[in-house]
């Protein structure tokens, strides 16, 4: 089974601050990663994703995201946020040949001028 | 494609009703997974279809829920009778098997 702990349940910070979310994962076999967004009243959104290849992923809007195996890490950065950031961030994990994909309890992002 | 559709997006209903709320998935999409969102226990799988088939039912919380996907284009979660317990945003998703999963809007559920 799989597993993944957001340690941040909220996370403040000012417009254009750099900003990390933490994810951390648990599998007893290989895993694909992804980080989704919710804004207010809306669905998840695909951000980033992990499958295979470069550990470092980006997303269209100035996300980045590193495998880090060994610590069995997933985190969210950016280096300057805007307003229009403040959401939600859900970090999920599905393990190769498995089906469900397990979300962990989300970041709430409040970015403020 | 206009993604995956659900409706109705607000359902308010009263303690002992019946509720159905419904899914469109991606077309081309072999995958379909309910999942619900509350403050408590986060987002949940509920159930997942692969082909149409129920292939795991173990996130279902009680008999009052039931889940159906007659065709490729269609799925229903029911709860019959509904609780203020029920009361979330129930999502549903959509995937190929090369592709990541697709939300819906949700359905925000009340039950008074």
């Known amino acids: 089974a799989q597993s993944v702990t957001q340690l941040d349940s909220q996370v403040p910070v000012f417009e254009e601050a750099p900003v990390e979310l933490r994810c951390n994962y648990s599998?007893?076999?290989?895993?694909?990663l992804f980080w989704y967004v919710q804004y207010p009243n809306q669905g998840l959104q695909l951000l980033l994703k992990?499958?295979?290849?470069?550990?470092l992923v980006e997303s269209i809007n100035g996300f980045e995201a590193e495998f880090n195996k060994s610590q069995t890490s997933f985190h969210l950065r950016k280096p300057s946020v805007h307003i229009s950031d403040t959401a939600e961030y859900f970090c999920?994990?599905?393990?190769?040949?498995?089906?469900?994909?397990?979300f962990g309890t989300g970041t709430r992002l409040l970015v403020s001028p | 494609d206009a993604g995956v559709i659900q409706s109705p997006r607000h359902e308010v209903t009263e303690m002992g009703q019946e509720v159905t709320l419904r899914c469109k998935p991606i077309?081309?999409?072999?995958?379909l997974f309910w999942y619900r969102q509350t403050m408590m226990r986060g987002l949940e799988l509920l159930i997942y279809?692969?082909?149409?088939?129920?292939?795991?039912d173990s996130g279902m919380p009680e008999d009052r829920f039931s889940a159906k996907m007659p065709n490729a284009s269609f799925s229903t979660l029911k709860i019959q009778p509904s609780e203020p317990r029920d009361s979330a945003v129930y999502f549903c998703?959509?995937?190929?098997?090369?592709?990541?999963?697709?939300f819906g809007q949700g359905t925000r559920l009340t039950v008074v």
């Open positions: 077309s081309g999409h072999d995958y």
């Open positions: 999920a994990v599905r393990g190769t040949g498995f089906q469900k994909l397990v």
């Open positions: 599998s007893s076999v290989s895993v694909y």
């Open positions: 279809f692969n082909n149409n088939v129920p292939i795991d």
């Open positions: 998703a959509s995937r190929g098997v090369n592709t990541e999963a697709f």
């Open positions: 992990y499958l295979s290849g470069s550990t």
